[in-house]
């Protein structure tokens, strides 16, 4: 993928990935890594999806009794899946 100066991309680090050489011009680089509070990948992908799902209910229905039960679920699940 090509992005515009400036921009940066986040990938999981398990991802194989590999950096073109450059043509023109210079590439300034800055690494970092971040450690998610839930350590396996699938509870976080399930997380993930409670989370947008949420947001949609909250933009159609606004905070509504189900959607506020729905991230009390959402929060409790990061509880108890958290490694803090």
Not at 18 to 44: C, I, K, N, Q, Y
Not at 52 to 60: H, P
């Amino acid at each position: 993928m090509k992005l515009p100066a400036g921009d940066l991309v986040l990938y999981p680090g398990s991802s194989l990935h590999r950096v073109e050489p450059v043509t023109r011009g210079e590439r300034l680089a800055s690494f970092f890594w971040l450690e998610s509070m839930v350590r396996e990948t699938e509870r976080r992908r399930l997380l993930f999806e409670m989370d947008m799902a949420i947001l949609k209910l909250r933009e159609t229905q606004g905070d509504t009794p189900p959607v506020i039960a729905l991230t009390n679920c959402y929060y409790n699940l990061l509880r108890l899946w958290a490694e803090v």
